[in-house]
């Protein structure tokens, strides 16, 4: 079974800090993706990577930034943290560049920004 | 714009048939997937179609019609445990593995 392991299930943090979030697949798989996930609003796209180093924004990109320096793992970044980044933030990633490849999600981190 | 409406709740009853429709409005086509998220948990891949008609996998089947840009999950035989949000999304480049998602149903299953 596909594995993706994020690397707080919670996590509390102050306005302005900088903060990492961890994600790690172990089935080599090309993509992977960070999404946030709101009440009501479903999950919505931050950023994409379809390759190591290689990276594109998604519907939401604005205050974050990624990192994938190797194939199985995925860092989002919060460059400084707002309130109103307070969320669920979810990893997947999925085998290659093909519409009917699933999707294999982390168990999510729920950041909190105070 | 790209969007995907699905009802925000449905409520049916233990052993009973459910469906969950989803319409969408998007730039391009490449499939329409349907995920399973249990209170707490991640989001599960269900079903895919790609093709118009029916795909049966067990008690779940999905449908679409891409000149009507219409599907739906049919959940059979309902059990206590489907109680979770379901989500239908579309992938809409081919260029990549980016889906837009819906914004989930939460499906409420009465004893």
């Known amino acids: 079974d596909v594995k993706v392991t994020q690397s707080s299930r919670y996590l509390v943090k102050r306005t302005g800090e900088k903060v990492f979030l961890e994600c790690v697949q172990d089935m080599d798989h090309e993509n992977m993706f960070w999404y946030r996930q709101d009440p009501g609003l479903g999950l919505r796209l931050i950023y994409f990577s379809y390759d190591v180093k290689m990276k594109e924004k998604g519907d939401i990109p604005e205050g974050y930034s990624v990192s994938r320096e190797k194939k199985e793992r995925f860092s989002l970044i919060l460059e400084s943290a707002s309130t109103n980044q307070t969320s669920m933030y979810l990893c997947?990633?999925?085998?290659?560049?093909?519409?009917?490849?699933?999707?294999?999600f982390g168990d999510g981190t729920r950041l909190s920004i105070l | 714009g790209q969007s995907l409406e699905q009802p925000s709740e449905v409520t049916a009853v233990e052993g009973a048939i459910v469906q969950i429709n989803c319409t969408y409005q998007t730039s391009g086509f490449y499939g329409l997937s349907w995920y399973q998220q249990h209170d707490g948990g991640a989001p599960t891949f269900l079903s895919y179609n790609a093709l118009d008609g029916l795909e049966e996998t067990g008690r779940f089947s999905s449908f679409l019609s891409r000149s009507d840009s219409y599907g739906y999950l049919l959940l059979q035989e309902l059990q206590m445990k489907d109680s979770a949000s379901y989500f239908c999304a579309v992938g809409h480049d081919n260029r990549d593995d980016k889906i837009i998602f819906g914004k989930g149903t939460r499906l409420h299953i009465l004893p």
């Open positions: 997947a990633s999925s085998l290659s560049t093909d519409s009917n490849q699933p999707q294999h």
